[in-house]
């Protein structure tokens, strides 16, 4: 089962719901979503899954094709067991996320650069990051396409996974810059 914890009460144990992001629209979405989800279902699944019980507080999000999108998950009916992921048809909004949005298309940085994981822009459109499998490249971007050679490379696992890109500027730098400096609280 997943949970989308709020940033500023990080030590909730109740994740936020689906229509305390989209309303009650978004709530009809997910049901809709839902039972799409069970009616492609086989018969072996629907026995081994919680079909009838639908969780609007069950939702999380990944990376897909360089953006972010919802997911959620049929759980199973012994918890040992795998439940059915499936996405959402709703798109993080301002409440989730403030950018997602790449300045470079996915399709220009495949060809110049072939198999990826994944990839982010800066809000300015001035610096790509692209994951590899066991890398992070960082790239300058000019007239909206990524320089050839990479401005610096940052080794990570194969197994790692990107769960959030934070972009800042102005006093927001200098804090940060703090804490990876002098090792100084943020407050």
Do not use: H
């Not at 799409?36 to 072996?44: F, I, R, S």
């Amino acid at each position: 089962m997943y949970q989308i914890i709020p940033v500023d009460n990080i030590n909730s144990e109740i994740g936020i719901e689906i229509n305390d992001i989209f309303g009650e629209e978004g709530k009809e979405k997910y049901s809709i979503d839902f039972s799409e989800a069970v009616d492609n279902l086989d018969d072996e699944e629907k026995n081994e899954l919680n079909i009838n019980n639908v969780n609007y507080s069950n939702i999380t999000m990944e990376r897909s094709n360089g953006k972010w999108v919802l997911i959620s998950q049929i759980t199973p009916k012994i918890n040992e067991n795998k439940g059915k992921d499936f996405k959402l048809s709703l798109f993080p909004n301002k409440k989730l996320i403030n950018y997602n949005y790449l300045n470079v298309s996915l399709k220009s940085l495949k060809s110049e650069l072939g198999y990826f994981k994944d990839a982010f822009t800066s809000p300015e459109g001035k610096i790509a990051l692209i994951q590899f499998e066991d890398y992070i490249a960082i790239y300058k971007i000019e007239n909206g396409t990524i320089i050839a050679s990479p401005l610096e490379i940052i080794d990570i696992n194969e197994d790692a996974e990107i769960i959030m890109a934070e972009w800042c500027s102005s006093s927001y730098v200098d804090q940060w810059e703090k804490v990876f400096i002098d090792g100084e609280e943020v407050k």
